[in-house]
């Protein structure tokens, strides 16, 4: 091993370097490239925000799309807001008229609709366990 000393041009700072010079020779089977190493964490950290990010996303849109087609006149809604209501009309665009009440009709966007109501979407939804006694 080879030991290397110099002083700092603004005191007597002694810094040692010792370079292992003697029995490792580089090869590419010995030293892996720092660039390669990063490289590796890109990818890694790119699959990881796939992951996490973007199928869940996807999943969102493909299942937002689902609900639009089968979105009719009659059929009852829950929108994101929590409001209720029979759909009335479909209107050219992204809008449609819902019937809240008696007489009473809102223009949404379509976009705001979170759930269709009725007998085999309620049927499908997982119901939750019901409370185990502590007998």
């Avoid at 925000?49 to 299942?63: E, T």
């Amino acid at each position: 091993m080879t030991v290397f000393s110099r002083t700092h041009d603004q005191g007597d700072i002694g810094i040692l370097c010792y370079l292992p010079l003697a029995n490792i020779p580089l090869t590419k089977a010995v030293y892996v490239g720092g660039s390669t190493l990063i490289i590796v964490y890109i990818a890694i950290f790119v699959g990881i925000i796939y992951l996490f990010a973007v199928m869940p996303q996807r999943r969102m849109r493909r299942a937002q799309a689902q609900l639009m087609t089968k979105l009719t006149v009659g059929v009852e809604i829950i929108t994101t807001g929590g409001l209720y209501g029979t759909v009335t009309e479909l209107e050219d665009g992204d809008t449609l008229l819902i019937e809240v009440a008696e007489d009473t009709e809102v223009r949404i966007a379509k976009a705001a609709i979170a759930r269709i109501l009725d007998d085999t979407s309620a049927a499908d939804t997982p119901q939750p366990d019901p409370p185990k006694s502590s007998e």
